[in-house]
């Protein structure tokens, strides 16, 4: 029995067509771009975590994963701080 006969017809896969598996990274451009529109949104909370994701090159689940405790003491921010990441 053939795999193409067991499918159902007119059945189109929900990432057809779509992009699938690692995308290309950033270019400085686009980088810039989302940068300074953020800073004219004046999204200072976006602004940070975009500039910290770029700098640390950290994963996405290990960035939303951050806790204020993470990265200040009191009330001073850490000027280096150590962040593992999580493999799954």
Same mark, same amino acid.
């Given at each position: 029995?053939?795999?193409?006969?067991?499918?159902?017809?007119?059945?189109?896969?929900?990432?057809?067509?779509?992009?699938?598996?690692?995308?290309?990274?950033?270019?400085?451009?686009?980088?810039?771009?989302?940068?300074?529109?953020? *800073?004219?949104?004046?999204?200072?909370?976006?602004?940070?975590?975009?500039?910290?994701?770029?700098?640390?090159?950290?994963?996405?689940?290990?960035?939303?994963?951050?806790?204020?405790?993470?990265?200040?003491?009191?009330? *001073?921010?850490?000027?280096?701080?150590?962040?593992?990441?999580?493999?799954?």
């Amino acid at each position: 029995m053939d795999a193409t006969t067991t499918t159902q017809p007119g059945h189109v896969p929900w990432n057809k067509g779509k992009l699938t598996g690692q995308k290309p990274p950033l270019k400085l451009r686009e980088i810039w771009a989302i940068r300074y529109h953020l *800073q004219q949104a004046k999204e200072v909370r976006d602004l940070a975590m975009f500039n910290l994701a770029i700098d640390s090159k950290l994963r996405a689940c290990d960035l939303v994963s951050l806790r204020v405790r993470d990265v200040a003491h009191s009330n *001073q921010v850490v000027p280096r701080t150590m962040v593992m990441q999580h493999k799954t």
